[in-house]
């Protein structure tokens, strides 16, 4: 398993593939660096005008609701039709999940599409899959990964998408299998967006495999231990989102194979 991870890892480094960015406005920037430092190549682009074409060229599409607008949602609907019209993988972010009836109208309508991929942190994937209630603090998760299991499980068998649950330990469950990598460190939630640039580079990973759930665990495997190492030589969550940035970019296999905690269920 550890083999076919790094692969993935080399695979985005050697084809580069472009990622469509609709997200949202505090996370731009780090999503880019982010993408680039593992090889991808990052757009970001919104006007309706040329959804349609983007789609087209891009080997993955995130859609991230963050900083949602009325225009934005035109957008991000032509997007994830057109995606999914065309087959192309596209990755949902569903940020703030619950906290309002417009989110919850917004990504009711994003759903008739069929993410590729779901991540989310665990409030957002409970409030999404409506499995039970709970409360939405912002963006950041008031429930535990494993408490997300069952609605992450309602929406694989519901829009047969892989979900990814956020969290101390990340879980990512298909219609088969789950998986759980347990890297990564506390301090990477003092770093806004480090979520968003998690489904930035799920989408760059997914975008040029077959096999979307182990791709999506290459993904969170690798952000998870470049984090891991990027803490031991910082100073607070300013340092280490730096220090971060360059891990993605320089991480060895070695380093990769000694520090990868993943395991299926």
Known sequence: MENNLWNYIQSVKNQSPLVHNITNFVVMNNTANALLAVGASPIMAHAKSEIKEMVAISNAIVINIGTLDEYWFESMLIAAEEAHRTNKTWI????????????????????????????????????????????TKGVDSTAESNEAINSAKYLVENYQSVVCISGATDIIIDNKETYFVENGHPLMTKITGLGCSASAIVGAFAGISENKTESTVAAMSLLGIAGELSEKISNGPGSLQMNILDKLYNISEQEFFENVKVSKK
């Open 92 to 135: 949902l972010d569903p940020v703030g999940a619950g906290a309002t009836s417009f989110r919850d109208e917004v990504l009711a309508k994003l759903l008739q599409f069929k993410p590729t991929v779901i991540r989310g942190n665990a409030s957002e994937i409970i409030a999404l899959a409506k499995a039970n209630k709970t409360v």
